[in-house]
Structure formats: C-alpha cells, structure tokens
C-alpha cells in the first residue's frame, strides 16, 4: 500500500466517530466535486432512493452517517460513475473510490465502479459476500474444463461443492447472507448446461417455490428475472393464448388467472412478478401498444398484494409515461381529472411554474406578450406544484394572463411524464400533441440569444 494511502486510512480511522447507526468514510480519486448516497430497495425496479450528497475535502475524504434499520444496497454516485455496497445496521466502513475502466454498465452514461474496502470486520455482509464469492469463483475455475470433457465428474463437484455451502452455511442465521449464497449458487453453479444437471422442475421446486417474492434481495430477484425471461414462450399453447387474450383485453385478473395455470408459478404473487415482466417485455418487443402497457401497469401498481411488486410496477409506470420527443401526448386522463380544454388545430406550450420563484415570475412578462402574439394559433397551459403557496409577487406576475393554470400535487405521474427538473421550463406540442420540443426554447433569450419566437416563426410563418 503506497505511503500516502496509509496516511489517509490512518486518518481516517483515527477521525471514525463512534456514535451513529453507520458511518461510511472513503477516499475519492474520482476528481468529483460532489457524490450521491443512494439506497436500492427494490431489485426488480432498481429505483434509487436519494439518501444524502456529500462533498469531499481537498484530500478527497468523505464522510456519511446513515440510519439504516436492515441490510441495504447503496450507490456511490458521481456524474458518469457509481460504486456498489452493502451497508449493515451498526457497520463502520473504510472504502476507496478508484479510478478504473468501466466493466459493466448500468446505462449507456453510467459506469459501475467497484470500490475498495479496508479493515472490513470479518462479521461484515461484504466480507462474508466477498469471501463466499471468491470461494466460488475459485472452485468453478478449478472444474470448468471438466464440464465438456468429463461431464459426469463435472457434475460430481458440482454437486460436492453444494454439498460444503450446505454444511457450512445451512445453519446461517442472517436471512440476507443465506438467500444471497442460495441463488448465487443458483445463478452460477445450477445454471450450466450440462447433462445430468438439475432440470427445470428441479430448480423451480427448489429456488422458487417461496410463499412471497423478496424484492429487496438482488440474487433472488436476479434468479427469478433469468428463470421468468420471455416466459410466454415457454408455457403450453393454451395458457399462452390466455396470456396473450388478457394482455390485448387490458385484463389484470384474465392475466394473473392465466399464469396460475402454468405448474410453474408457485402463487399469486408469483403470477405478479411473471406479469410484471411480461408487460415490461411485450411494450419493448412492441407486441402490446403502450396504451395497453400503462393501464395494465397502473393496475399492478394498485392491485398487487406486495409492497414490493406495487412499488416496481409503480416505477416502471413513471418511467414508461416520461414523454420524449416524437411521442404523441395522451392528455385525456389529466383533462377528466382537472377539467382543462386542449384548444383545436393550436400548438400547445406546456409552461412548467413553482411559485415564489424568482426566475418563473420575471419571465411571466414576456410570455404574455408570446401569448398575445401568438393568440389563437398557441396555446399556453402551465402546470405548478399544488402545495406551494402563491405570494403577492406570483398573483401580480400572473396578472391579466388568459390560459390556464393546472395545480398538481407532487405525486401526480404527469410531473414524471414531463421529466421537469428545473423551472421556468417549456414543452412544444403539435396540434395532435406530439412532441416537438422536450426542453423546448423560452419566451427569453437563452445563451445563444434564442427564444422560442425562432420555433414559432418557422412553424407559423410569422
């Protein structure tokens, strides 16, 4: 370990505060000037809960307390990278961010680093993780060659290393490090093909056949997801035409009914989490429009008889409604639940507003004058938060403006459709309400001397 590094894990551990539910201090070489803490709860989804931004010093030390009551999965994020860990109530954590080429990617931006841990107690989920992990990777290593060549002997090991993790951790009392080594083993060592390997009757009764889904243990999840992939193909002729009656007829309990059928899916809230990924397939392979794929997911995320399920369904139905450019807005829902009119045959201009902010209101003079220039050929809607309170400033800022207002609580998924970040901020719809512009210019000039009059004089002809 280089000098300078064991200065920096000295101080560390000399600054280590001993109170607080966990206390996670790293050493950054990411050149980031802030880093995001992020807590992952749910695996199918993968949302990111939003924890707590920190700001390493000058030597790139950082410091986090945490109040976690059970195991969790975290995210250290910066702009274009993130590292992985779990996190134990009570768990004191050292770690180093390094700099390294991307391995895996969880998007086209983002790449997965792995961190770096030091005086990692050996009670630790990570060090027992990582232990179990290096142990396997270490034994399939040694018998891989054996798969092709000598397949019965290959087989033999396999199941001579089943047979250890059964005796070493079949007593284990920590739920997440029981299940996490079972489905490891399910993903790596059960899943090669190989003649006189489990079968799949063999691993559904075995890895699968659970009372409830555990959305917030990655290697089940993982397990589940792989064993479920385009699982309508692999049902028998009847319950696929079922499946497929149910999706095209927006039918939840057609579709649940339908999976139950199959001898392979334990209970209901198996036929869930089968549901859940046949929806998300079907919209992306376009063989359900996504008309269909919203309702359907919206009923999930009401219906669903676990949290976890409702709360993946629920994620996947914001992300789905994110408008991006080219799409066709669906504003009828919105208009039944607030009464607002779209105007014929007129672009629309979705105005984002939040109430006492400086910015929105000094641009509300010049979209009114963008209003009455462009009357009966735009019209303007604008959206704020329902829970902010209007002060003197927004009314007088407001003042002899003549489209409408549409307040909507924070929760509304219109908010996750328009992918608002910031405001003052613009959409630009075609008369049929398609997208034109998602991040559409405003009625003041930008950077580069731009309004939207440059949109709307190619547009009109004005």
Known sequence: ?????????????????????????????WNEPTLDIYQIDNHFSQEKKFLQRVSPD???????????????????????KCAMLYAQPKGRYLIELPLEEAQTYYNQDMQEIELLFYQLDTTDINYRILGFEAWMDNYIADIYQL?????????????????????????????????????????????????????????????????????????????????????????????????????????LDALIAALRQDPYIYNSSWAEFVALQLIIESEQTKRIAKDLSLALLRSLSIQGTQVGLRAAARFQLQQLSKLSDGEIWDAAQLSKEFGFSIASQQYVYLHHYIPGNQKCIAEMAALKRLAERYKNKVQIITFYPSELTWTTADNRAFDGAKWQRVALPSTAETWTQFSWTSAPAYILLDPQLKVLYLNALGPLPNARTQTIDLIFSQLLGN
């Open 1 to 29: 370990m280089p000098v300078q590094l064991r200065f920096f894990i000295g101080t560390l551990l000399w600054a280590l505060p001993i109170f607080g539910q966990v206390q996670l201090r790293g050493l950054s070489f």
């Open 58 to 80: 000058s030597m790139g030390i950082f410091n986090v307390q945490l109040d976690l009551q059970a195991i969790s999965t975290l995210q250290i994020c910066g702009s274009n």
């Open 147 to 251: 798969k092709d060549i000598r397949s019965n002997e290959f087989i033999l090991k396999v199941l001579a290393f089943k047979a250890e993790t059964a005796a070493v951790y079949g007593n284990e009392t920590n739920a997440f490090l029981r299940d996490y080594i079972k489905y490891s083993v399910g993903l790596t060592i059960d899943n090669f093909s190989v003649v006189g390997g489990p079968s799949k009757e063999d691993k559904y009764e075995f890895y699968l056949q659970t009372d409830s889904v555990a959305y917030d243990q990655p290697k089940l999840i993982e397990y589940a997801r792989l064993f479920y992939e385009a699982y309508d193909s692999q049902v028998d002729l009847n319950v696929r035409n079922a499946v497929q009656i149910a999706l095209q007829a927006n039918s």
